[in-house]
């Protein structure tokens, strides 16, 4: 915070966008803990991955880089759910994937998408067989068909706005057919990963048996058996995608990522995700225009730039000066985790972060990276709840993941959370005296939340610390840290708090 004062929004932004890269998630695994707390000799298991991430989006510099990953980790889904989830390994590499496109091009990032073994496990096209007139085999479309939906165009043509188009009769236009899919998924057949294996052996086609790869496969990307690639031509959408028969699969790839990339809906679909995932869930028509169009063209000409992208996402003026009444979003649990991890100092003892953060994805459902339920994410990005947000006309895809149980849990959890909250020594004094209490606690909801709490809910917090003991001696700083876990706790799981404007 003291860096974009210093600097301003844009040159802090510019200096974040071109950040050397951190350590990667596999660098992560390997040290086996944070800095100053690393264990080289435990043994790796899911759960050190898991730690992995969350330690590099606590402690890595390029903290831009890692929220855009977990925005696009929302729209590029894959999950553990279902497949991996006991290879530590898997997704390691695709987290480092997500940073590598976060502020490179757009185009790159679907290549290494497509190529990553960890796509190809989750949606099936690993070892995908050409078709066989004689047994009636089909290549799987799981990817094919998801490529175009969820990834690149969405269901339906849009204008530059994100808005819907329509056909003179009124009515919605397709982006992509049934034979769309079918055309598309001869592309995707043959991809198998050459390992190697635990045992260092080079891999084959038809080798489905993820657990057995050594860690670094999941780093390589995949490669074409050509016996198992479609030999049949590839015609579809609109006629923009034509291979004759006998294309390679690598550029059958190349050919039918273009033709997605250039299409008219990449560009505003993207945008509209991007701006849902990361600054306000109801963008005026005019920020998507200015974001698509940042997407089209980052001022020399190429298209996809993220960094054009991500400076008409964060700088736009609806966000550096909000004064649309809908404005802002709920903020997801895993950003406000780490977000709290980087700012209260729950991490600085090994053992108290281990638990505060990773046993509290399990505690509380954080979603956190590579989880969600299904392709589809963790919510639909149209999401509008029943009450005044809908009667409003307003989106709020993040409240389709609120309910009483879930909240139950992100009551507790945040409890277990703040618990590891380190009192530091310039409040040690202060709050020894709660006629203090009243300036800490608007500074740490300013800290933590950006705003203040509500008057009469902030009185009532004050009347309830006024009560607790500041102990004396060896029992004043147990005493006293648990008022400023307190404060913490109460701005942490107030409804106000969880909306960022």
């Not at 894959?78 to 695709?94: D, H, I, K, M, Q």
Request: net charge negative; charged share 25%.
């Amino acid at each position: 915070m003291d860096a974009v004062e210093a600097h301003g929004p844009a040159a802090w932004l510019e200096l974040q966008l071109n950040a050397p890269p951190s350590l990667s998630v596999t660098d992560w695994i390997e040290r086996k803990g944070p800095p100053g707390f690393e264990e080289p000799q435990v043994p790796v298991f899911i759960s050190t991955r898991v730690r992995a991430i969350d330690w590099k989006c606590i402690w890595a510099p390029d903290m831009v880089r890692q929220r855009v990953s977990y925005a696009l980790s929302q729209i590029l889904v894959v999950s553990e759910l279902g497949t991996n989830r006991t290879v530590p390994f898997a997704l390691a590499n695709f987290w480092d994937i997500l940073n590598r496109g976060a502020t490179g091009n757009f185009r790159d990032l679907l290549r290494e998408v497509s190529q990553s073994l960890d796509m190809a496990s989750y949606l099936t096209y690993l070892n995908n067989r050409k078709a066989d007139l004689r047994t009636g085999r089909q290549p799987d479309e799981n990817y094919a068909r998801e490529l175009m939906q969820l990834f690149t165009l969405g269901l339906w043509e849009l204008n530059e706005d994100g808005s819907l188009r329509r056909d003179a009769a009124g009515r919605l236009i397709p982006t992509y057919d049934q034979d769309d899919v079918i055309q598309l998924a001869r592309v995707f057949t043959g991809w198998y990963s050459p390992g190697p294996d635990q045992q260092g052996r080079t891999l084959g086609f038809g080798v489905d048996n993820t657990s057995s790869y050594e860690s670094k496969a999941w780093a390589r990307p995949l490669v074409v058996d050509s016996r198992e690639h479609s030999p049949e031509a590839v015609h579809g959408l609109g006629g923009k995608l034509r291979l004759p028969a006998g294309t390679g699969g690598i550029q059958a790839l190349d050919a039918a990522l273009d033709v997605l990339f250039e299409h008219p809906n990449c560009p505003p679909f993207i945008a509209l995700n991007l701006i849902r995932r990361l600054t306000t869930s109801n963008p005026s028509a005019a920020y998507v225009s200015r974001v698509s169009k940042a997407f089209k063209d980052d001022g020399q000409g190429r298209r996809g730039e993220m960094k054009a992208v991500l400076r008409a996402v964060f700088l736009d003026p609806e966000v550096l000066h909000p004064d649309r009444p809908e404005f802002g979003r709920v903020i997801e649990p895993y950003v406000q985790v780490i977000g709290l991890a980087r700012l209260l100092g729950a991490h600085v003892d090994a053992k108290r972060q281990r638990f505060a953060v990773f046993t509290l994805h399990e505690r509380f459902s954080t979603q956190r990276p590579f989880t969600a339920p299904s392709v589809f994410n963790f919510n639909q990005l149209d999401f509008s709840p029943q009450g005044p947000v809908r009667d409003a006309g307003w989106v709020a895809p993040e409240l389709q993941n609120c309910d009483e149980y879930g909240a139950t849990l992100r009551f507790n959890g945040m409890a277990g959370f703040c618990e590891g909250i380190v009192l530091p020594e310039a409040l040690f004094e202060r709050l020894a005296d709660p006629i203090h209490d009243a300036e800490l606690v608007d500074a740490q909801a300013l800290l933590l939340a950006g705003r203040l709490l509500p008057a009469d809910d902030r009185a009532d917090l004050l009347r309830i610390l006024a009560r607790l003991p500041r102990g004396a001696g060896s029992s004043a700083y147990p005493a006293r840290a648990s008022v400023l876990q307190g404060i913490a706790w109460f701005i942490s799981i107030h409804p106000d708090m969880a909306v960022r404007q």
